[in-house]
C-alpha cells in the first residue's frame, strides 16, 4: 500500500492515504532552469539590465485510486489534494530527506469504472532530517552539505546571566540564568523560553551557510548548540 512508499503530512499531522483508497504509482523529480529576465525603458535601443530568477523545481506524484464508481473516486482525490495543499512529503527510497511541497496543479485519467490515475505536481524545497551539533569551547569550524545555502539556527543556553556578549554577528543584550535562547533562522524568529527576545538581540540578518561555516562566541558562561537542515 501507499503508506509503505510514501509518507504525507500536513499541519504536523500524517494523513492516512488508505482512508483515500489510493496507492502510490511513481513519483519524479524535474529540475527547473534558471529563468532569463531583462530590463529595459521603452524607448532604449539595447537591454539594459540582465537578472536570472531560479525556478523552483517540481516534484510529480501518481496516485492509483480505487473506487466503486468514477464520483467516489472523484470525492477521495479532491479530498487528498485539499489536504496536500501546503505538506511535507517522505519517500521510501529517501527516507533520510523531507520534501517541503506546495501543491501547484493535479490531473486525472480514468483507466476503468473504478480505477484512475491521479498525478499531483509540487513545487518544493529538499531538506535532510535537522543535524544538532554542540560547539565545544564555543569555537568550532563545521561543515554544511547538500547543494544549496539553508537556514542556521542556534541555541544559547545562559549557565549565568549574560549581558553583552557576541556570537558570530549576534549581539546578545542580556539573558537570565537558565534560560535557553532560540534563533530559528527558519521560521526568523527569536525566543527565549518559548517568549519572544527579539529587543533583547542585535543582528542584521539570519544567516544562511553551505560548506565551512565558522561559529564563534566571546563568553564562555553559555552553551551554544548550531542546528540546520541541509538543503538540495
Known amino acids: 500500500m501507499v503508506e509503505d512508499n510514501i509518507v504525507f503530512t500536513s499541519k504536523g499531522k500524517r494523513i492516512n492515504p488508505s482512508l483515500f483508497k489510493c496507492e502510490l504509482q511513481s513519483h519524479m523529480e524535474i529540475e527547473s532552469d534558471l529563468e532569463v529576465i531583462t530590463y529595459r525603458s521603452a524607448r ?6 540582465v537578472d536570472t530568477r531560479e525556478n523552483s523545481d ?4 501518481e496516485l492509483l ?3 466503486k464508481n468514477q464520483d467516489e473516486i472523484k470525492e477521495n482525490a479532491a479530498r487528498l489534494r485539499a489536504k496536500l495543499f501546503n505538506c511535507e512529503i517522505e519517500l521510501s527510497d529517501e527516507r533520510d530527506k523531507v520534501y517541503h511541497c506546495i501543491l501547484n496543479r493535479s490531473s486525472h485519467e480514468f483507466y476503468s469504472l473504478d480505477t484512475a490515475s491521479y498525478v499531483f505536481e509540487f513545487s518544493f524545497e529538499k531538506f535532510s532530517r535537522r543535524k544538532y551539533i554542540k560547539i ?3 569555537k568550532s569550524e563545521i561543515i554544511i552539505g547538500g547543494a544549496k545555502e539553508t537556514p542556521v539556527s542556534f541555541d544559547i543556553y545562559a549557565k549565568e546571566q549574560i549581558e553583552n556578549i557576541h556570537i558570530n554577528d549576534f549581539t546578545i543584550k542580556f539573558l537570565a540564568k537558565g ?5 530559528d533562522s527558519d521560521k526568523c524568529l527569536i525566543t527565549a523560553n518559548g517568549v519572544l527576545h527579539t529587543r533583547y538581540v542585535d ?4 544567516p544562511m551557510a553551505i560548506g565551512k561555516y565558522e561559529v564563534t562566541c566571546d ?3 553559555v552553551d551554544v548548540t548550531v542546528s540546520y537542515r541541509e538543503r538540495w
Open 179 to 183: 534560560y535557553t535562547l532560540h534563533i
Open 44 to 49: 532604449a535601443i539595447q537591454t539594459l539590465y
Open 65 to 67: 485510486f480505487y473506487g
Open 203 to 206: 543582528f542584521i540578518e539570519f
Open 219 to 221: 563568553s564562555n558562561e
Open 58 to 61: 517540481t516534484l510529480k506524484i
Open 136 to 138: 565545544p569551547n564555543n
